[in-house]
């Protein structure tokens, strides 16, 4: 297995630079339309080499690849052989495997992750983070599959409007596996079009328009990227490196890539490092009552402790 050592990323204000290569959330690598098998390949791709590509992002990521996933996976590792100069998939696999490639398992894994998410994803959730938060002094959150920083600043953005401040007494890390998902989190620029549909008066009050070169881009006030320490961090590593316990743990959209084994083995993690009222909050399609009897349902897709007081 990799290296899971949690990291801090560095503060954007370092790494801004003209030309914002933000990656939205759709920015995932698109699986070509016109279906590869209809056409000669660029590389040879047997089924083989997608079983061991498989098995390779399971060991290190959890994430358990359907069968019919062999054009995704070619079109997206395609990118990486031509990045590494590599002529075949059993030459990249090989190469990756004897850790050959500097930094080229975290492009491996970055390539594979799938990173649909948005501001506001299941809104339902936040009313309910409000709440949580009208009750009690101060929230320790944290929001374990991050993806390009829509779904943290949603949660920093409700308890800032919770606590009616800026500055509020919060604490939240926000973490993924995924390097370059990370990098456009921890910058908060985002295409005008991805807050579209939020209120006015959220607009104005979390976000900047850009100007010139920057038009049609908007950036998160600097006062609500300060509220959120962006780490990576992988759901199977041995050393998570947190601060527990917390009060809201989000982990929505990312089980559902992991086998049910998996799933029990994070669970049983997660609820040691939940307070005694704590809420846990899944994604639209996933069920943790078949994986876990150490928690109960509150709401729709939101859970507590079944011990709690
Ligand atoms: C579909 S996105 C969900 C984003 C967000 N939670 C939401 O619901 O909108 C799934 C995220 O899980 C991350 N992920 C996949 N495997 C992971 C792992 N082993 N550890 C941590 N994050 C992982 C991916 O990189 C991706 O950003």
Known sequence: MRDTTASPLAHPAASLTASFSARSSAG???????????????????????DRVRAMI????????????QEMVYSRLARRLRATGLGSFT????QLERNALAGEWQAFTNALTTNLTSFFREPHHF????????????????????????EPYTIAMTLCDAYGSLTPPVNIVATDIDTDVLQTAAQGIYPAE???????????????????SQGGLVRVRPELRKLIDFRQLN???????????????????????????TQRQILSRFVTLMKPDAL?????????????????LRGKTVYELLGRR
């Open 58 to 69: 399971r060991d290190c990521a959890g994430i358990a690849l359907a069968d019919g996933k």
């Open 127 to 150: 009313p309910i983070l409000a709440q949580h938060a009208h009750e009690r002094a101060s929230l320790s959150v944290w929001c374990s599959a991050a993806s390009t920083g829509e």
């Open 280 to 296: 846990l909050f899944a994604g639209h399609s996933e069920n943790f009552l078949y994986v876990s009897d150490a928690l109960k």
């Open 91 to 94: 030459d990249y696999l090989d």
């Open 235 to 261: 759901l199977l590593g041995q050393d998570w490196s947190l601060k527990p316990p917390f009060d809201i743990i989000f982990c929505r959209n990312v089980m559902i890539y992991f086998d049910k084994p």
């Open 28 to 50: 995932s690598p698109a699986v070509s339309s016109a279906s590869a098998s209809d056409r000669v390949k660029e590389f040879h791709f047997t089924r083989q080499d997608f």
């Open 194 to 212: 991805r807050v579209r549909s939020l209120p006015a008066e959220q607009l104005r009050k979390y976000f900047l328009k850009g100007k010139g």
